[in-house]
């Protein structure tokens, strides 16, 4: 029987990856999220809920908070020093305006941070994403477009596809899906000839 691997989301574990080789089963049961979500305000929560739905999508178990690096800076900094205890492996931070947030966690973890930038204020994110891409050396913050929250969750997957294989199948899925979708609407297009 050739291998299988599918993810499934289920009750009482957030993630179980099974592989089936030969009619046998193993498990790898990760009952902890793997990745955190924050937003410095629940009016981020549009844009970084995207980030939910592709971990969702991608069976990756996740948790989200509101913790700002200005109005809730000891909060932030636990948050971050305690992650990897948790079982957190990629962090993702989603802030407007002068957005700190995805900084302020990464100068309390040596956990990869990504950071979105949120467009709001006069600015219109311009200043989030400065805020967010231009940190010092040693203290590094991936940062995605603005309000790229769906590519900040498909880079968390990039990176722990490297420890999760099942994780790797799923994006290279993803991918040949894509590349399938995008051939087959360039043909139609090329049928219409305008």
Same mark, same amino acid.
């Given at each position: 029987?050739?291998?299988? !691997?599918?993810?499934?989301?289920?009750? %009482?574990? @957030?993630?179980?990856?099974?592989?089936?080789?030969? %009619?046998?089963?193993? %498990?790898?049961?990760?009952?902890? *999220?793997? #990745?955190?979500?924050?937003?410095?305000?629940?009016?981020?929560?549009?844009?970084?809920?995207? /980030?939910?739905? #592709?971990?969702?999508?991608?069976?990756? *178990?996740?948790?989200?908070?509101?913790? !700002?690096?200005?109005?809730?800076? =000891?909060?932030?900094?636990?948050? /971050?020093?305690?992650?990897?205890?948790?079982?957190?492996?990629?962090?993702?931070?989603?802030?407007?305006?002068?957005?700190?947030? /995805?900084?302020?966690?990464?100068?309390?973890? &040596?956990?990869?941070?990504?950071?979105?930038?949120?467009?709001?204020?006069?600015?219109?994110?311009? @200043?989030?994403?400065?805020?967010? #891409?231009?940190?010092?050396?040693?203290? *590094?913050?991936? &940062?995605? %477009?603005?309000?790229?929250?769906?590519?900040?969750?498909?880079? /968390?997957?990039?990176?722990? !596809?490297?420890?999760?294989?099942?994780?790797? =199948?799923?994006?290279? @899925?993803?991918?040949?899906? &894509?590349?399938?979708?995008?051939?087959?609407? !360039?043909?139609?297009?090329?049928?219409?000839?305008?």
């Amino acid at each position: 029987m050739p291998e299988q !691997s599918f993810v499934l989301q289920g009750e %009482g574990r @957030d993630l179980i990856a099974w592989r089936r080789r030969g %009619g046998r089963k193993r %498990g790898v049961f990760m009952k902890k *999220p793997l #990745v955190g979500i924050l937003m410095g305000s629940e009016s981020d929560l549009p844009i970084m809920e995207k /980030a939910a739905e #592709v971990l969702k999508e991608m069976g990756i *178990p996740y948790e989200v908070e509101i913790s !700002s690096a200005h109005r809730l800076p =000891e909060k932030t900094a636990h948050y /971050a020093k305690n992650a990897r205890k948790r079982g957190i492996e990629v962090l993702i931070a989603g802030a407007g305006m002068a957005a700190h947030l /995805a900084g302020a966690l990464a100068s309390h973890t &040596t956990l990869p941070v990504i950071g979105v930038p949120i467009k709001s204020g006069a600015l219109d994110g311009a @200043d989030a994403l400065y805020s967010t #891409v231009q940190m010092p050396p040693g203290v *590094p913050v991936a &940062t995605v %477009g603005i309000d790229g929250a769906k590519n900040a969750a498909y880079l /968390a997957c990039e990176i722990l !596809s490297i420890k999760y294989p099942e994780i790797a =199948e799923k994006l290279a @899925d993803l991918r040949s899906k &894509t590349k399938k979708s995008l051939v087959q609407k !360039s043909k139609a297009i090329k049928k219409k000839k305008p």
